[in-house]
Nanobody
């Protein structure tokens, strides 16, 4: 059974950077696309970025250039590097695999 665990969230000042990690266990991640989503308080969950098993990345339009998704199939690891953060990036960030599982999320707060 696949399990996903996110980490790396925290409080960061506007303009700062943060890298989120997503570790997959229970299955070989290499066969699946992986995605990041986020959900701000009072808003619907929205897709952030995705990466195929072969490493092809795609992004929610406005986030391209500030967010970078990457993966290490050998470590069953997916990263989301975020820079130039703004308060609008405050949300719980979730990792999801195309095999259907979701993580519990990691909170990102951008505040001065």
């Amino acid at each position: 059974q696949a399990h996903i665990e996110e980490s790396g969230g925290g409080v960061v000042q506007p303009g700062g950077s943060l890298t989120l990690s997503c570790v997959v266990s229970g299955i070989p991640m290499s066969m699946y696309s992986m995605s990041w989503y986020r959900q701000a308080t009072g808003k619907e969950r929205e897709w952030v970025a995705a990466i195929t098993g072969g490493g092809l990345a795609s992004y929610r339009g406005p986030l391209k250039g500030r967010f970078t998704i990457s993966r290490d199939n050998g470590k069953n690891l997916v990263l989301l590097q975020m820079k130039d953060l703004t308060p609008e990036d405050t949300a719980v960030y979730y990792c999801q695999g195309s095999f259907g599982s979701w993580g519990q999320g990691t909170q990102v707060i951008v505040s001065s």
